[in-house]
Every structure is written in C-alpha cells, then in structure tokens.
C-alpha cells in the first residue's frame, strides 16, 4: 500500500485530460500575447496544463468571494474588496517569472477576476549600498538580504482593501533596486506574488508573507536542470543586456569568451544560488498548496495537489 500523502497526484496526461472543463478556448490574439511573454513555451503546455491550472484557481477565487460575502452579510456589513493573493515560489531560474506571467494573462480572462497584477520579491531585496555595508552582497536572495518587514507592509495593506499601494522595482540590468521608480497596486481581484522566499518562515517573526496567500504554488525541477537553464540565461543576456553600459555585469563579465562566460556562471550558482536553495528555498516546498514538477525541456511534468 502506498503511504499517505498530503497530495493528490497527476501525470501531465491525467492533468491535461482535466481541461474538458475548461469553458474558455484561447482567442489567436490572446496565444499571441502568451508567446511574447516567453516564445518557447508551448501551446500544448498552456492548454494542457495552465488552462486546468487556471480553471481550478478559478474555482478557488470565486468560492473566496462567495465566502466573503456571506461573512458580510452575516456582519450586515457592505462587502469590502479583499484581493485573492497567489504566491508563487521555487529556486532561482526555475521559471517562477515565466510561470506568473502565463497565470497572470490567463487569470484575467474571467469575468469575476479582470483585475490581476503582479509583484515580484525581488524589489523587495535590500539595495546594493545596503547589502555592501552590511558585508552581504554575495548573500544576495538569501533571506537576510530582504528587507521582510516592508515586503509584509505591503502585503498587509494590499490584502486590507488599501485602495493605493507601492511596491518598489529591482532591475537584473542594474543588479539593483530602482531608486526612482515604483509599481502602483489598486485593489487588484487577484494579486500574484512571485520571488524565492514567499513561504519562508523565520522563527523570531510573529507573521510570516504566506500568512496573507490564499494559494501558494512551489515551482520544481531538477537541480541539474535549473543549473543549465541559469547559465542559459546568463549566455543569453550575455549576449543582450550585459552588452548595455548600464549593466552590471558589463565591466564585469562583458568580454568574457563564451566558456570562460559558463565557467563564471556556474560559479555564481554553485556559491550563491545552489547554497540558498538547499539551505532556505527547497525546505518550502512542502509548505505549497500546489507542486509543479518541470522536467528537463521546461514542460511540467507531475502536479501535486494539497487535498486540504
Ligand atoms: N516554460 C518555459 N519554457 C521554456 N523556457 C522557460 C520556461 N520557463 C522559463 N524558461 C526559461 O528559463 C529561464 C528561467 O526562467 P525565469 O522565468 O526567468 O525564472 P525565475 O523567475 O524563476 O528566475 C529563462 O531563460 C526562461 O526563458
Ligand atoms: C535577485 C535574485 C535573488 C532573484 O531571483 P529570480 O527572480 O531571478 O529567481 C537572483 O536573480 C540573484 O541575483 N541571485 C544572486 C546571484 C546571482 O547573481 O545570480
């Protein structure tokens, strides 16, 4: 017999066979918009496993509002506007980014939840200055690198109904916050916060960020595989952004040969991405309600489903 487990679990053909009940196909227009968000995502896997996937949270979104306004009319109170918040984590380029964005557009095509926005942790990461004063800049991404006390602020306000809300911007060109820029948050139905630390939790805090979700996701794959496709990025902006004076990585990393580019890489990852996700991210991942298992070309492979 097989051991109990908190989840139910799919294969990418069980999982896709549940889009039947998926009532809405995908205009030319919106599989246009979906591929610019990241062209090498398929349609098979937004119609096999996004379209069940945004189905589902679809379900749960409208029976939290339902809930909501039963609770108002018990309180004969009017009905305030509580924003749904997802969170989404994972490791470092394991495509938590492309997997918010894809929910993102799909999620604001039914009518109950037009508004959905997005906010990534990243801004929420203490400034250069800041981490180099405190001696922590090859710490970056680690939890003590986030200024958590202002990513809870947020949180907080965005999820008590405030009807304008700041978040600050990081910029991967700059490898740093951006000082005169910030994303606004008005009421949004559903609110999306992707970064590696959403379900992390601190022993000396009394509140924790996925205190506020009413739905986490975990994004997973194998480390050999996220590995590949961290120095994959790193070639590709190699060849993009760190060309741009601006970049961070331009003096640094600009005229470095293609291997000695992977061999550069691979260091970073080894000594500051790999490190965090064995010591605080992947110790999250049974905190998620959701489990996506990617495997080794980015398709998703397994599901696992909280059954609480
Ligand atoms: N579903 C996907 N199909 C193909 N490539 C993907 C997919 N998701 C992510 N990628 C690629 O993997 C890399 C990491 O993805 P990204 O979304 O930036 O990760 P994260 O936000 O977790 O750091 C990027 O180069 C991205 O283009
Ligand atoms: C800012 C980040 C912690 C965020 O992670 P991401 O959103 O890319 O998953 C990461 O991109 C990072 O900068 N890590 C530090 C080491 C490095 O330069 O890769």
Redo the contacts with the bound molecule.
């Keep these: 017999m097989k051991p109990y487990s908190p989840y139910y679990e799919f294969d990418r053909k069980v999982w896709a066979g549940l889009r039947d009940h998926t009532p809405l196909p995908l205009t030319d227009d919106e599989l246009q918009e979906l591929k610019g968000l ?1 062209d ?3 349609i098979e ?1 937004v119609e096999e496993i996004y379209l069940p996937l945004t189905r589902l949270l679809h379900l749960y979104v409208k029976a939290s509002q339902q809930l909501h306004q039963m609770t108002s009319s018990f309180l004969h109170n009017e009905a305030p506007k509580v924003p749904y918040i997802i969170g989404i984590a ?11 964005r894809l929910l993102q557009t799909l999620l604001a095509r039914w009518d109950h939840h037009r508004k959905v926005d997005l906010v ?1 942790t990243d801004g929420f990461l203490y400034p250069n200055a800041i981490l180099e004063k405190k001696g922590i800049m090859n710490k970056k991404g680690f939890p003590e690198s986030y200024d958590i006390k202002k990513l809870l602020r947020f949180i907080g306000d965005v999820k008590s109904g405030k009807p304008e809300v700041k978040a600050p911007l990081y910029s991967h060109l700059t490898y740093d916050i951006v000082e005169d820029e910030q994303q606004t948050i008005h009421q949004p139905d559903i609110l999306i916060v ?1 970064g ?1 630390n959403v379900l992390q939790v601190n022993k000396d805090a009394k509140v924790f960020v996925s205190d506020f979700f009413d739905f986490s996701i975990y ?1 997973d794959a194998e480390e050999h595989d996220i590995e590949n ?2 120095i ?2 790193f070639l ?1 902006l190699r060849r993009t952004a760190f060309t741009n004076r601006q970049s961070y990585f331009h003096p640094r990393f600009g005229n470095l040969t293609e291997q000695e580019s992977i061999e550069a890489s691979r260091q970073i990852w080894k000594e500051i991405n790999a490190k965090n996700l064995h010591e605080n991210i992947l110790p999250t991942k049974r905190r998620a309600q959701l489990i996506l298992t ?1 495997g080794a ?3 998703i492979q397994k599901i696992h489903l909280r059954k609480l």
């Design positions: 990241n090498q995502v398929s896997e994972g490791s470092v380029a394991v495509g938590k980014s492309t997997t918010a990534t992707e590696i994004v496709w961290y994959d990025r590709l990617k070309d980015h398709t």
